[in-house]
């Protein structure tokens, strides 16, 4: 039932139609897995075949990458699909040969809202129905909603918490009971940086990813002694869509790689020390470790991948 060094091979990943999310799936497709890719855009169910177009060329370079959200307005042309997925990509994790969906896994995009309870119940009902329990969930979906504390609006907040905080509750509430009636499973949330680290244009962002925070180590600690793990894996500036979008909606030009590399003391936004902006592959690669059999000691842990950007964090 196990493959390589990681253990489970039903694998859940949210949040997986492109950036972080089609990232970490690539490198789950790259072992013998059940992989069920989730995201609220429809875009998700072409998830499955742009991995298997990266593989094919994964020789070209990863600079560029995109990331879903659990609330994209609206579905991205399949064209764009392959492109964004493409460049999440790591070259070295998820070749052509490894992301063969029709020989080495099965990969499948499933459209759902993580905020509904009643769909996250029938999703993990017909995953195990069909393919056995998950033992496997790396839970990437989420929302950013920009805003200061003073000029944030009561309806962006709410929606900003119910998608990071609930969204976050549903999945992995459901997931670890689950693991916990088998004696074993692996959850890797991913939140930000911005959960510990103030940022004045993050207020509804940074407490709903704090939110998450707080309730999944409470949810390890509750089920560690009943063999299943929970860790976090905190990124910050991460070449995504997400944060794009922050800045026009471009590709990131040197002036706003300069602003994100050097922080902004007037918004308390601390710098990266390591000088470089993260790809989505970075943050997979971390999360993969954690699910995988060389973090079999760790759990309730916070495991940031931002440069040094929270410094003492």
């Known amino acids: 039932m196990f493959n390589g060094d990681s253990r489970g091979r039903v694998v859940v ?12 799936a690539a490198r789950f497709a790259a072992e013998d897995r059940v992989v069920s890719l989730w995201d609220l855009d429809p875009a998700v169910h072409d998830t499955p075949a742009a991995l298997a177009t990266a593989g094919n060329q994964s020789s070209r370079p990863n600079t560029h990458s995109h990331s879903a959200t659990a609330t994209s307005a609206a579905p991205t042309r399949v064209g764009d699909r392959d492109e964004e997925v493409r460049t999440s990509v ?3 994790h998820g070749s052509a040969a490894a992301i063969d969906t029709a020989r080495t896994a099965s990969v499948h995009g499933v459209t759902i809202d ?8 029938a999703a993990f009902d017909r995953l195990t129905s069909e393919h056995g329990r998950v033992e496997v969930l790396a839970h990437a979906a989420g929302l950013m909603v920009g805003g200061t504390a003073l000029e944030l609006d009561a309806d962006d907040w709410a929606r900003c918490l119910t998608v990071n905080a609930t969204g976050t509750m549903l999945v992995t509430q459901r997931a670890a009971a689950d693991m916990a009636a088998v004696g074993r499973g692996s959850i890797v949330v991913v939140t930000s940086n911005a959960a510990a680290t103030p940022r004045v244009g993050m207020a509804a962002y940074g407490a709903a990813k704090a939110a998450a925070t707080a309730f999944t180590r409470s949810l390890a600690l509750q089920v560690a002694p009943l063999g299943v793990r929970v860790n976090l894996v905190s990124p910050g500036s991460t070449d995504t869509a997400m944060l ?3 800045f026009g909606g471009t590709p990131l030009d040197d002036d706003a790689e300069t602003a994100l590399l050097d922080g902004d003391p007037a918004a308390y936004r601390l710098g990266i020390p390591l000088r470089r902006i993260a790809t989505p592959a970075d943050i997979a690669g971390a999360v993969h470790f954690l699910a995988s059999e060389d973090a079999r000691h760790i759990t309730m842990h916070d495991l940031r991948v931002d440069g ?3 410094l003492d964090m």
């Open 90 to 92: 790591d070259p070295g």
């Open 244 to 246: 794009r979008d922050m």
């Open 13 to 24: 990943v949210t949040g997986a139609a492109g950036g972080i999310g089609a990232a970490i």
């Open 114 to 121: 993580i905020t509904d309870a009643d769909a996250v119940r």
């Open 308 to 310: 040094g950007a929270t």
